[in-house]
C-alpha cells in the first residue's frame, strides 16, 4: 500500500456530471462524494422574488433547455423547472433553493459557493442561520471593493480571491484582521506565469495560507492553469498535468473528473 505523504483536496466542478446527470444537482454532489471529492464547488443566482436558488447564472439555454432569465421568474415557477441532458433531453434533476442544498451538504464536506459577490450579504446571513461559517469558502475578483465587502458582510466566513496572472494581494491581506483571508485561487493563462510558479506557491505557504489550482477547461482560448487541464491529464500523461500540479504544491485541484483524479492522486501518494 502506497503512504499518503500528503492529502491534495480535490474540488468536484458543479459536482460530478454528465450525459443524463446534470451538474449542480443533488444527484451531482452525492455522487461526486461517493467518488471521492472533499469539497463541492456549486453556482449560486436569485429569484425575481429574492430567493437563492442553485444554478449558474445564463446557461439557461443550455442546462434547462429553455430561453428564459430564471432572475426574472418567481421561485415557485423555478421549481418546476427541469434541468436537460447533453441530448437537450429533459431530466428528472430540478433547479434547487441554496437553503436545501446547504442543508443537504452539511457536515459531508467543504461548500465553495461560487457566484458569492452577486449575493454577499443574503447568502453570508443563510450561512450563519445555519451554522455553516467552517463548511463554506467564498470567492470573488480581487478589487478593493469586493475585499471591502468580504470584511463587512463575510468576516466570519474562508475567503479566497480569484487572482489572475500575478498576485499583488496578499501580504496586504494576510495584515488584515477583519476577515477569515484563506488563501487564493490562481489563474494564469501561460506556463511562465508567476502564479504558475513554485515561489508563489511557496510565499502563500510560508503565510499559513493555501493555493487553489484549476484543471478544468471552459475554453480552449481561456486556459485557467496554463498548458495543464483535466483534458491533458485524461488524454495524454497525468502525470504532467494533475501530477505537476500536486508536486508543486498546490493543495487544492478542482476538477470535472473527480474520481479518475482521487485515483491518479492516490496512486502517486497524494
Given at each position: 500500500m502506497?503512504?499518503?505523504?500528503?492529502?491534495?483536496l480535490i474540488?468536484a466542478?458543479?459536482?460530478?456530471c454528465?450525459?443524463?446527470?446534470?451538474?449542480?444537482t443533488y444527484?451531482?454532489f452525492a455522487?461526486?462524494?461517493?467518488q471521492g471529492a472533499?469539497?463541492i464547488?456549486?453556482?449560486?443566482t436569485?429569484?425575481a422574488?429574492d430567493?437563492?436558488f442553485?444554478?449558474?447564472?445564463?446557461?439557461?439555454?443550455i442546462r434547462l433547455?429553455k430561453?428564459?432569465?430564471?432572475r426574472q421568474?418567481?421561485?415557485?415557477?423555478i421549481?418546476?423547472?427541469?434541468?436537460?441532458?447533453?441530448?437537450?433531453?429533459?431530466?428528472e434533476?430540478?433547479v434547487?433553493?441554496l437553503e436545501?442544498?446547504l442543508?443537504?451538504?452539511k457536515?459531508?464536506?467543504?461548500?465553495n459557493?461560487d457566484k458569492f459577490e452577486?449575493?454577499?450579504a443574503r447568502?453570508?446571513?443563510m450561512?450563519r442561520?445555519l451554522g455553516m461559517?467552517?463548511?463554506v469558502?467564498?470567492k470573488?475578483?480581487?478589487t478593493q471593493a469586493?475585499?471591502?465587502m468580504v470584511?463587512?458582510?463575510?468576516?466570519?466566513?474562508?475567503?479566497?480571491?480569484f487572482?489572475y496572472?500575478?498576485d499583488?494581494?496578499?501580504?496586504?491581506?494576510?495584515?488584515r484582521r477583519?476577515?477569515?483571508y484563506?488563501g487564493?485561487e490562481a489563474?494564469y493563462?501561460?506556463d511562465?506565469a508567476?502564479?504558475?510558479?513554485?515561489a508563489?506557491?511557496d510565499?502563500?505557504?510560508?503565510?499559513?495560507?493555501?493555493?487553489w489550482?484549476?484543471a478544468?477547461?471552459?475554453?480552449?482560448?481561456?486556459?485557467?492553469?496554463?498548458s495543464r487541464?483535466?483534458d491533458?491529464?485524461?488524454c495524454?500523461?497525468?502525470?504532467?498535468?494533475w501530477?505537476?500540479?500536486?508536486?508543486?504544491?498546490?493543495?487544492?485541484?478542482?476538477?470535472d473528473?473527480?474520481?479518475?483524479?482521487?485515483q491518479?492522486?492516490?496512486?502517486i501518494?497524494y
Amino acid at each position: 500500500m502506497i503512504e499518503l505523504k500528503k492529502r491534495v483536496l480535490i474540488s468536484a466542478h458543479m459536482g460530478s456530471c454528465g450525459y443524463n446527470l446534470p451538474g449542480n444537482t443533488y444527484a451531482s454532489f452525492a455522487v461526486a462524494l461517493r467518488q471521492g471529492a472533499d469539497i463541492i464547488e456549486l453556482d449560486v443566482t436569485k429569484s425575481a422574488d429574492d430567493v437563492l436558488f442553485v444554478f449558474h447564472p445564463k446557461t439557461e439555454k443550455i442546462r434547462l433547455g429553455k430561453d428564459i432569465d430564471i432572475r426574472q421568474m418567481p421561485a415557485s415557477e423555478i421549481e418546476k423547472l427541469h434541468f436537460v441532458n447533453v441530448d437537450g433531453n429533459p431530466t428528472e434533476h430540478t433547479v434547487t433553493r441554496l437553503e436545501d442544498m446547504l442543508q443537504f451538504l452539511k457536515g459531508r464536506c467543504t461548500i465553495n459557493i461560487d457566484k458569492f459577490e452577486h449575493n454577499p450579504a443574503r447568502i453570508a446571513q443563510m450561512v450563519r442561520r445555519l451554522g455553516m461559517q467552517d463548511q463554506v469558502i467564498v470567492k470573488s475578483r480581487p478589487t478593493q471593493a469586493n475585499f471591502d465587502m468580504v470584511a463587512e458582510v463575510a468576516y466570519d466566513l474562508p475567503y479566497m480571491p480569484f487572482v489572475y496572472e500575478q498576485d499583488d494581494t496578499y501580504e496586504m491581506l494576510s495584515a488584515r484582521r477583519d476577515m477569515r483571508y484563506s488563501g487564493v485561487e490562481a489563474v494564469y493563462s501561460t506556463d511562465d506565469a508567476p502564479l504558475g510558479q513554485r515561489a508563489y506557491v511557496d510565499a502563500l505557504h510560508a503565510l499559513g495560507k493555501k493555493v487553489w489550482i484549476n484543471a478544468i477547461r471552459f475554453d480552449d482560448r481561456r486556459p485557467l492553469a496554463g498548458s495543464r487541464c483535466d483534458d491533458t491529464a485524461l488524454c495524454g500523461n497525468p502525470d504532467d498535468s494533475w501530477g505537476w500540479m500536486a508536486r508543486q504544491g498546490y493543495d487544492i485541484i478542482q476538477t470535472d473528473w473527480t474520481l479518475q483524479l482521487n485515483q491518479y492522486l492516490r496512486s502517486i501518494g497524494y
